[in-house]
């Protein structure tokens, strides 16, 4: 097939026998359809075309200055946050008072509980595409870190894919004053993206041995049950109190540096620096906000009693039983039923592992004294009365009420409990009244 029948096949034109003509003319032609089909091709898969008119330099509207490293040049940004701006819910001086403890908690990491907030680095880049292989280029790095009260920003740009060296350069030189990492999605993302880029430059990556505090996870955990979704930009409205003013899209970005690549206008970045910029600053304001449900009793004034109930069963997974246990104590008394009976369920079998039977015990009287058909709370007093206080007849009955009136139990719950009766009224029948 000649070129001329493909290229007729790919646009989809119909095949016509070509007029005699000379070659330069047939060339000529040729170049059009390629033309046509590139302008096509580039259509679809990257939408229009934008015209601002005459470019604009790009720090003209974003403040910067171009930083000169052994290995290049690339752009560079900082900007201070003063303590007294506010950031949705919180303070940004408030965010510098980060528990250490509870962020080693929610990192899942005893490394964090020695640090200091002023160690952490925070981390987010821009990207050409989120496949996350080697033909991914992040030629915008964000990173941020507290400084006493405020918080500093910076943003590394590579203006092209040659001043990547450079600011990966840069990047390796500030993470190495740092002492733990803190991202969001960074883990499945950002880290091995970047680990990429510093072998394919030859530059050693300071990231890889970080303690690494990665929000979305505990974010989902702790706040996700009661959200749509666990993206940033959702738990900034619904958590921390802040909602995005003509915020470019996320989607958008990879688009918008390739078009600045063409055109060199500063206009298509300037969202893009403000929305990298507005990440980082929301990372440290989740980052005290999940803290806060871990390290205080009673949470903070902006707090689901759902999250705080979360956050108990976090630290009991962790192994910090008596937190918990202060944490459920307090959402026992919740105005939430959901949320009390969740408590009392979770505190009674913390006093059950621990061997305190009578403390399990009248937890599991006063559910089934609320609901008879409880059951959680008839089996775990059944088993109570069978085992410990050997009252066969009364756990025999509980179970009965719950076979003979709860019709919602599944399959297995009805063939357990039945199980479970019939043992029981065989022990009753052999002790007697």
Not at 164 to 187: D, I, Q, S
Not at 306 to 330: I, N
Request: hydrophobic share 40%.
């Amino acid at each position: 097939m000649s070129l001329r029948d493909r290229l007729s096949r790919l646009t989809g034109e119909g095949t016509k026998t070509p007029a005699p003509g000379s070659r330069q003319e047939t060339i000529s032609e040729l170049r059009q359809r390629v033309d046509a089909l590139m302008t096509r091709r580039e259509g679809i898969s990257r939408g229009p075309v934008r015209s601002f008119g005459p470019a604009v330099p790009l720090e003209h509207l974003v403040t910067g200055e171009e930083v000169e490293m052994p290995q290049g040049r690339f752009f560079f940004s900082r900007s201070r946050l003063e303590g007294s701006h506010v950031h949705g819910l919180h303070r940004v001086c408030d965010l510098a008072s980060l528990s250490m403890e509870a962020a080693g908690i929610l990192a899942g990491s005893s490394e964090l509980g020695g640090s200091n907030p002023t160690d952490a680095l925070f981390l987010d880049t821009e990207t050409t595409g989120l496949a996350g292989g080697t033909g991914t280029f992040p030629f915008l790095i964000g990173i941020g870190w507290f400084e006493h009260r405020d918080f500093i920003t910076c943003q590394l740009f590579a203006r092209d894919y040659s001043e990547e060296k450079a600011m990966l350069a840069f990047l390796g030189e500030t993470a190495a004053e740092k002492r733990f990492l803190v991202t969001f999605n960074g883990r499945s993302f950002d880290v091995g993206l970047l680990a990429a880029r510093f072998i394919l430059n030859r530059i050693p990556d300071p990231l890889a041995a970080m303690p690494h505090l990665d929000l979305l996870h505990p974010s989902r955990r702790l706040v996700g049950h009661r959200l749509e979704n666990s993206r940033l930009v959702t738990l900034e409205e619904f958590v921390l109190g802040l909602k995005r003013e003509d915020d470019i899209p996320g989607q958008e970005i990879p688009q918008r540096y390739f078009d600045w690549l063409k055109r060199r206008d500063g206009r298509l970045l300037e969202g893009v620096f403000r929305h990298n910029r507005l990440d980082i600053v929301s990372m440290a304001s989740l980052a005290r906000h999940l803290a806060d449900l871990l390290e205080s009793p009673h949470g903070h004034p902006h707090a689901h009693e759902s999250d705080l109930l979360s956050a108990a069963r976090l630290l009991l997974d962790r192994g910090r039983t008596d937190q918990a246990r202060l944490r459920l104590e307090a959402l026992a008394d919740s105005g939430d039923p959901d949320v009390a009976l969740s408590a009392l369920k979770s505190l009674s079998l913390i006093h059950k592992k621990a061997g305190q039977w009578d403390r399990a015990a009248g937890i599991w009287e006063a559910m089934v004294s609320r609901d008879p058909l409880d059951v959680f709370a008839v089996e775990e007093l059944a088993k109570w009365c069978e085992h410990r206080s050997h009252a066969f007849g009364r756990a025999a009955l509980l179970v009965e009420r719950v076979l003979g009136e709860c019709g919602t139990l599944a399959s297995a719950e009805q063939q357990a409990l039945a199980h479970r009766l019939e043992r029981l009224l065989r022990k009753a029948s052999l002790t007697g009244p």
